[in-house]
C-alpha cells in the first residue's frame, strides 16, 4: 500500500517566499516520489471562513494555483483539485458533523482564541461574531483528509490537533458503523524553513510582512530593502543567527552559497549591500518561475481546464467511497 500524503492550500491572499520555502517546495519535491500519493487542493470552502470578498476569492484562488504550478508541481502525477469541486466532502462533512462531540469542537483553537478575545475586550457574549463556520471548521477539514484515505497529513504543530480530532471523528464513525475511514497521522517537519517578514516576525498574512513571490522585478527590489535590520554599521562584524537576511537568504541558497554569505557576515558586510545581494539572488532563482507565473495568469482558462482534470480524477475515488458511507449510516438511492 502506497502512503498517501494530503495537503490543504488555503486560498486567502497571494503566496509568499515564506509559503515557498516553509510548505510548497518541500510539497513539490515529495510529490517526485513514486512510492507515494500527493493530494493538494485549494482550500477555497475554507477561505468564505474569513468573510472574504467575492472578487478576492475569485483572485486568490487563481493565484494559488497558479503559483504551485509555476514552480514545478506535476499535476499529471498527483492530485490537484479545488475543494468545492468535490461535492462530495461537504456531504461527508456531514456525516462526520453527527459523530463530533460539541466538547471537541469547544476545544478547537482557532474557536477558543475568538472566544479569548471577546472576553478580554470585555464582551458579554463569549461567541460574538463567531459563525459556525469557524466553530465547525475542523470538521470540513475532517472531510478533506478522510475522504481520500490519507495516512499523512503534512502540517506545523499549530495544526496537529486538528488531525487529532480528525482522528477522534473518524475512530466514532468506524465504531458504530464497521471500519470505514483510514486514520490519518500528522506529520511535522522540523526542518522546513520559517522565514521571518519584514518587521523581523514570522512571516504572516496576518502580521502583513510578507514578501509575495512573484512582485515585478522593481517592486520586488523594494520589500527586500524594506526588510527589519539592526544598527550594526559597515565594517562591524555581524551575527547571521537569527538574521532575518540571512535566513531567507540561506532558505534559498546552497551550502557553498550559505558559507560564503557567512563569511561575508564576519568581514562586515554593510546592511545595504546584504539586501542587494538578497534580492539579486531571490531575482535569479525566480525568475523562471515568475515568467511562468504571468503566463498562467494571462489564461486563466488553462488553470480551470488542470483543476478541471483534477477534480474529475479525485472524484473518481470520492464518489463511490462517499457512496459506502451513506449507505453504511443507511442513506442509499431507494430506487437501487
Not at 482550500?43 to 471562513?49: E, P, S, T, W
Not at 503534512?154 to 464497521?178: C, L, S, T, W
Not at 509575495?212 to 554599521?233: C, D, G, V, Y
Not at 515568475?290 to 478541471?308: D, F, M, Q, S, T
Request: hydrophobic share 40%.
Amino acid at each position: 500500500m502506497k502512503q498517501v500524503y494530503l495537503t490543504g492550500i488555503t486560498t486567502s491572499g497571494t503566496p509568499h517566499l515564506g509559503n515557498y520555502a516553509g510548505a510548497i517546495r518541500p510539497a513539490i519535491e515529495a510529490s517526485a516520489n513514486p512510492d507515494t500519493e500527493h493530494f493538494y487542493f485549494l482550500a477555497d470552502l475554507h477561505a468564505l471562513i474569513k468573510g472574504f470578498a467575492a472578487e478576492d476569492v475569485r483572485r486568490s484562488r487563481i493565484e494559488v494555483a497558479a503559483t504551485w504550478m509555476a514552480l514545478g508541481l506535476d499535476t499529471d502525477k498527483a492530485y490537484f483539485y479545488c475543494q468545492s469541486d468535490i461535492p462530495e466532502i461537504p456531504g461527508v462533512a456531514w456525516l462526520l458533523s453527527c459523530q463530533a462531540a460539541k466538547g471537541l469542537l469547544n476545544r478547537a483553537h482557532a474557536y477558543k482564541a475568538v472566544v479569548q478575545e471577546n472576553e478580554d475586550s470585555g464582551s458579554n457574549d463569549p461567541d460574538k461574531g463567531i459563525t459556525m463556520g469557524l466553530f465547525s471548521y475542523p470538521v470540513l477539514m475532517a472531510a478533506d483528509i478522510l475522504m481520500f484515505k490519507a495516512n499523512k497529513v503534512p502540517v506545523g504543530k499549530d495544526q496537529i490537533q486538528h488531525i487529532e480530532m480528525a482522528r477522534d471523528m473518524a475512530q466514532r464513525f468506524n465504531h458504530h458503523y464497521g471500519e470505514h475511514f483510514v486514520l490519518p497521522e500528522a506529520q511535522v517537519d522540523t526542518s522546513t524553513a520559517v522565514l521571518a517578514g519584514l518587521d523581523g516576525r514570522k512571516m504572516s498574512k496576518s502580521y502583513n510582512n510578507t514578501i509575495a513571490l512573484f512582485l515585478p522585478e522593481k517592486q520586488f527590489r523594494k520589500q527586500i530593502m524594506k526588510i527589519k535590520t539592526n544598527s550594526l554599521e559597515p565594517g562591524e562584524p555581524k551575527d547571521p543567527q537569527g538574521n532575518t537576511l540571512f535566513e531567507i537568504y540561506q532558505a534559498f541558497a546552497s551550502e557553498a552559497q550559505v558559507e560564503d554569505v557567512r563569511q561575508k557576515y564576519a568581514d562586515g558586510i554593510a546592511w545595504g549591500e546584504m539586501k542587494q545581494y538578497l534580492f539579486e539572488h531571490l531575482n535569479e532563482v525566480l525568475k523562471e518561475p515568475r515568467e511562468n507565473y504571468a503566463e498562467l495568469i494571462a489564461k486563466p482558462a488553462v488553470i480551470g481546464e488542470v483543476l478541471h482534470a483534477g477534480a474529475i480524477k479525485a472524484r473518481k475515488l470520492s464518489q463511490p467511497f462517499a457512496a459506502e458511507l451513506f449507505d453504511a449510516v443507511g442513506i442509499k438511492p431507494m430506487w437501487q
